[in-house]
């Protein structure tokens, strides 16, 4: 089985991309390091000190005597995608090369059209490949819970069953993203649907939820294997930055009044639901949603939770919501099928928060507090670092 | 009443600025001319020879004393988004500007990521534009009935109630488009509805369905002032290319069985229609659409029904769909909120084909037969210009 991850430079393609490595699969990586660019832009940085990805590969050598290939290129450019692809000649892309966060694309104009262009033409363009070079070939695309919103009625797998007016159909679920970045997302799966039936592709969207964690069985054989672990207002995700501000003594900042429900997972999960797509790949033609997170919990629940969890001192406290979400909502999403096909998921407990917690006290002195503060307001249209820097250079 | 025109250059953009001149409001047009740009990349043109953007207006002022201030540029250029909305500060956006043939999006790779750029991008300068220089702006925004695919439930207008075990919610309807052009109008919708809730603005979705007949009460007040009227396979789309067909002696193309049914307008609906939105604007904040057509058709009833009509010979030919497409199907879609405005139908009737039928008679010495026959095919991934230019360059 041959499998390309695309971004596999990042917080979940590199670890992805040695998992099925050790599983015995033939893996290909792909990144343009632009995620390491978005650090420059906003003065940001892993807290957990991460090797290149030559060296990671490299290491990885020596530690597995496992081989992982490399391709450098940027999947807007089409050339490149369609190279890659007649190259290595996956069976399975596990899709995570698109610019993954909500806030940045809500700085400003320039950083919505940017992460709808990388993220939609990149996506078009893999689907171009894939119906050119090999339309057999099993698109695993990472999707994301947010691209649902907060419906009031329950979340399903990606379609719904709808009774109206004495008739019956099972249509797309309807989608409600609260931000650029997740309506990007929300255009990548109607492209895809489109693309299974009109040239008979085959896809799995994995609508992910909140990933928290650093290790896994291979990022631990060697510092030099590390993934990413991001802390700052831009990248970090909610439950990530709990235990890091808890682990700082800085108090877990909630916004609004923490009643956003949000399905998380274990990135060893993440891992394990990536294998579980591509060993069993839908039909030619088959568009298929699965949505990928164990639990559900409130903001706050999540944040009491690392307050309890951590032995020192730790403070909840409310900020305002830079974004505009409903506070107060039903939530209840199906996810059922990744269960069916076989993940135990490793629920959030103790000790694997406290695992967390130690690697962060490692690499605590790594931290820049001026990062960890919410910097983009979805309200507002103007890069706040226009302002940052104006403040920086004395103007 | 100011009223901004994107796309005014277009088929429907200019009937439509002279229309609402001619009502009193203060209107601008803003073009890139690049849909005359096709013209050339395809090798067709419109039947009716149409003047330049500059001479309509100039035209336009000596046949009814008023004035349309023209505004050149791309709509992907952020900066001249900015300018023209900060110079002419509308009430009303009508965003006509965009890329709208289904074929040409599925002529290539390049043609469907083109189409998606410039469509979306454009689009998302607009509404930044909107939100950072009057926010109370509103956008009458361009969609189609195709963004809806053809469901086995009633179509309703954007939003549908769904009752879900034993909850209920008002969801936007799903979509299932059938192209990449179609699912560029999804995508469009979907950051339009996010930026009323998210920034506060207003916009009018008009859903339309296929629009026939190339005269309104101001085309007709001068040649110059003429709309053009596509035939090519194209852009052409399938009622006026009925016509065409008929006058020519040529039979009268019906892809499939011709089983499709569509929601079909009058140009002149089409115009009167979008004064009704600008009239009649929604609050801040609020996002709704319009389902714009009067009648449904089946493909093969409009072809029999132009057949009849022509006084001539006529013969309807079925021939292999190019598109991907549901050919049996239920189809019933909602449309009752412009009539509920005031919108007063022109359905199709002999009168009405009769007018189109001298148009074409009298242009039709400016017909080129090979821009009829289809060239786009749904399944394939390939332009096929370059095998017809490779046999026209003898290669």
New interface residues.
Partial sequence: MKVLVLGGDGYLGWPTAMYLSDQGMDVAVCDNFVRRQYDFEIGAESLVPIASLQERIKTWHEVSGKSIKLYVGDLVQ?DFVYAMMADFRPDAIVHFGEQRSAPYSMI???H??YT??NN??GN??VI?AM??VDPAMHLVKLGSMGEYGT????IEEGF?A????G???V??????????YH?SK??DS??I??AC???GLRSTDLNQGIVYGTETEQTVRHPRLATRLDYDAVFGTVLNRFCIEAVLGHPLTVYGQGTQIRGILDIRDTVRCIELAVLNPPDRGEYRVFNQFTEEFSVKAMAELVAKTWPGEARVEMVDDPR?ESLSH?YQATHTRLLELGLTPHLLSQTLIESLFRVIEENKHRVNWESIQPSVN??H??NPASHLNAKLNGL
């Fill in positions: 089409a400003d104009r320039g919505a059209v709808q262009y939609v033409i078009l363009n171009y119906a050119d419906p009031n009625i329950d719904i709808i009774e109206h007016k008739r019956r159909d249509l797309p679920y309807p989608k409600q993203p609260g931000s650029f309506l929300v255009h109607h492209n649907m489109f039936k009109n040239f505009t039903y979805w309200r249209t103007k």
